[in-house]
């Protein structure tokens, strides 16, 4: 689906002519398609580069400054120990999410990411930010769900949460298993907007349905 | 996939003209290659990151004047014209390190800064809370730190070889007059302030800025939350007593108000003390704090609290040999405000004031003692950033203190009155070199109406930065205080009291390990003497005194060496005597002990959500003063140990369970002794020894929070 869609959106560009908006339409989907193969800190920070000159070249666009946020989190989310780098890179993450914010606030998926950027720093010290960045996380999930319901990235990362803190109190996190298998089996009928827009979750729903007996 | 693309391409390209390659690599200036950085063509969709090697290669089909961008995160970006004209390009890029100063060289001579932004912070602003032991106490948790002398029939700070009177306290700027409860003479104290109201907090036990004055020793600034996140209703059920506490947000705007009433009576009927105590302390408190967001950059914030304490303890009298009753009541009001605003990009405001009025009344014997406190202070302060590298700050001040005291005997009443005031102004720059070397140059200038006396004080610190992980700083420094109030109360022809510090410091901090080490100097001069006249006789003052204090703190905190444990051990060294008050001679104050050592440690324990605490403090013997005998300051107390436990228990969510005990294993504190006024008919003075109110201390807690969400909790207060 996503790849005929680049494709066509490919095909509309060469023969449209190299208008800008068309350039802009190529270039994000060919760094999407990039999305696959990334394995390591150094792919995502080729790619975060990648988004951040589409972003420069596309001010009133929200997609690759989300793109570019989410690549620099999940680099952080991979990094094993160093706290100073884990920090930096959630402060260039959260430069283009406070961007996000300011020109997409109707976007439920703006704030799924913002509340990922809050437990990105949690777990950078648990102990000194739990309390704080929980907080700020579900709140951010609130505004997200509060926009769309339906939205299956908020739904999967407020879910992650339940499940976490359920797993600190030492709860049976088997309750939530239908609410996991309810999403991932509602998950395609979520109709992204353009295949440009984020789509990305699935897997993750899925990890967590397998761990359900 | 990927197929597709270059088949695009290729069918893009060869409609075209030709395409130009640009290749090259990027280093850092002063570290070496640079792999992922940003290498791209202004305004198109070309360009590639740096490989392992920092070495890049990408084609274009634009042609024409256009401009390669470097970018990497921490560096400045780099810009170069290029003409794209079907022939390679080679470029050889070196990028500066952008100047942050939020990764610059720090200033750390004499400062703890605890707030939770910087990672590489010696203390947070949670280790402030919970340090057990402290019990919750700011001035507590402060005397787990190096350069501290922890005297425990006091509870105030003292500083590097400074009297308990030589610190202030700041709360978002302005001055907090009275930051310690009252108590009776021979009895510790303990902060005024919940410590769960403060984000940030730096104590500064020397070479501080311009911006302070009027501490000979350190100044403790503290820095209130900000906005709070949601509604909510606290409850705490405390041994002591309870205290209930709501936040309603409004837009842009908060307020949280606060209600606590203790006793400590049923507590005492249950576990012996060392005091007769004929009315157990007893306090209700009440405080309201308001935020109120204003424009893009403003922030108002409004607490005001109201204290109302009393207790009755007996007291043996050695001059009458018999028990007398020592009453107590104080009231306290405290209001503070501060307004902080950004006008433009880089000038920022800010206004403080505080109002304090404190009133003491004490009856012992028939006798009454009324004191009654009145301090005003106004701060306007104003900094500019120049440029990334300079900035210059400001400000003007206003203190007033006003006190009265009341003295009645059956037969006698006698009325003391002073008021102070004390106008201040302070400039200082900030120049950075560079990222790794950093001065602050300050002065200020005091006057006082009231001794009619002027001080001009210039401050001095610099830090410069070796590598990564080591820095040296020093700090150097005048500083004037008045007189304390029983002197200025009867005299008003004294001078400033003046400390110079000289501090050297370094430190390293690797892997979330920290090591500290200081050296310091302070030269005392003009220390108020009392001579031999009557007390109340203004002739009886004046400003001969002097003395030194020199010393070695250390300080090393880990967090990494024991998984979910974090450690922390302050070290001082302290070589001082002074000669003040009525000292008949040079001699070691009896508030200094010259060693003092702290051990934190807290673990948790992820299987049971429980957070321990356990703490041990040492001060070797302090000396005091015996008029039976010749030598002045000649006997020692026993040396001081203490061990501290804290368990806190996160039942649910929103419900947490606490216990603390002071003093476990009930080691034998004292604190020397007391001595009659008058000899008694043999020609000796009576003495007893002074100490604790009790061998140890218990506290058991509940902490329940209600949301609409039901899952916050007050886990930040007592983790």
Known sequence: MKTTLITLTMLLASFAGMSQKNEYYQAMGETLGQYATCRTVEDFQALGNRFSMIAGNEKDEWLPLYYHAHCYIIMSFMEPSDAAKKDAWLDEAEKSVNKLVAIAPGEADVFALQAMLCTGRLVVNPMERGQQYSMLSGQAIGRALGIDPSNPRARLIKLQNDMGTARFYGKDTGEYCSEAKELLAGWDSFTPKSGLHPAWGKDQAAEIVSGCK | ???????????????????????????????????????????????????????????????????????????????????????????????????????????????????????ANTISSLDMITTAGAAGDVFGALQTLPGTTTNGESGRLFVKGGDSDESQTYIDGALVHTPYNSTAPNTATRGRFNPFMFKGTIFSTGGYSAEYGQALSSVLLLNTNDMPVQDQFDLSLLTIGPEVAGTRLWENG??????????????????????????????????????????????????????NGRFTLGQFDLDQDTMVDYGLRNRNFFVNTSFRTTIGENLTLSTSASFTNDRDKVSFDGNHFDKSLKGFHLKQTAAREITEKITLRGGVEWFTRSLEQTYRTPADTFVNIYDINTMAAFTEAELYASKRFVTRIGVRLEHNDYLNRSSLAPRLTAAWKLDETSQFSMAYGWFYQNPSDAYLIYSDK?????????????????????????????????????????????????????GFARGLDLFLRDKKSIRNGDYWI??????????????????????????????????????????AGLNYKYSSPRVYNNPNSPEFNGEKTIAYHTLDVSWSFLYKPNIIF?????????????????????PDESGLYRSATIVPGSGRFFILACFITFTKKGTENQLDKIQ
């Not at chain 2, 003040?580 to 807290?602: M, Q, R, T, W």
């Not at chain 2, 606490?658 to 008058?678: C, M």
């Open chain 2, 1 to 119: 996939m990927k197929q597709y693309i270059f088949f695009f391409l290729f069918l893009i390209s060869s409609s075209l003209l030709g395409q130009t390659v640009i290749s090259g690599s990027v280093k850092a200036r002063n570290d070496g290659t640079l792999p992922g950085a940003n290498v791209y063509l202004k305004g198109t969709y070309d360009g590639t990151s740096t490989d392992t090697e920092g070495r890049f290669s990408f084609k274009t089909l634009k042609t024409g004047q256009f401009t390669v961008s470097v970018e990497f995160l921490g560096y400045e970006s780099h810009s170069e014209q290029v003409t794209l004209n079907g022939k390679e390009i080679e470029l050889a890029i070196e990028l500066n390190e952008t100047f942050s100063k939020l990764d610059a060289v720090t200033i750390t001579a004499g400062t703890f800064e605890a707030s939770d932004k910087k990672q």
């Open chain 2, 254 to 307: 908060a307020v949280t108000a606060t209600l606590g009433y203790s006793n400590l009576q049923p507590y005492m009927n249950l576990v012996p003390q060392n005091f007769e105590w004929k009315k157990a302390p007893e306090s209700t408190a009440a405080a309201i704090s308001i935020r109120q967001k204003t424009g893009k950059t403003g922030m108002l914030k409004i607490y005001s609290s109201f204290d």
């Open chain 2, 494 to 546: 004294l001078n400033y009291e003046r400390a110079d510090h000289y501090t050297l410091s370094y430190q390293s901090t690797r892997n979330e390990r920290t090591l500290r080490t200081e050296i310091y100097y302070k030269d005392y001069r003009n220390l108020t003497k009392q001579g031999q006249g009557e007390f109340y006789l203004s002739e009886t003052y004046n400003n001969s005194g002097s």
């Open chain 2, 570 to 611: 302050s070290y001082s060294y302290l070589d001082t005597k002074r000669n003040y008050k009525d000292y008949p001679k040079e001699a070691i104050p009896g508030f200094a002990s010259k060693h003092n050592l702290a051990v934190v440690y807290k673990h948790w324990f992820d299987k049971i959500r429980s957070y």
């Open chain 2, 658 to 678: 606490y216990g603390a005990v002071t003093n476990l294993p009930g080691f034998k504190q004292e604190f020397g002794r007391r001595y009659s006024e008058t």
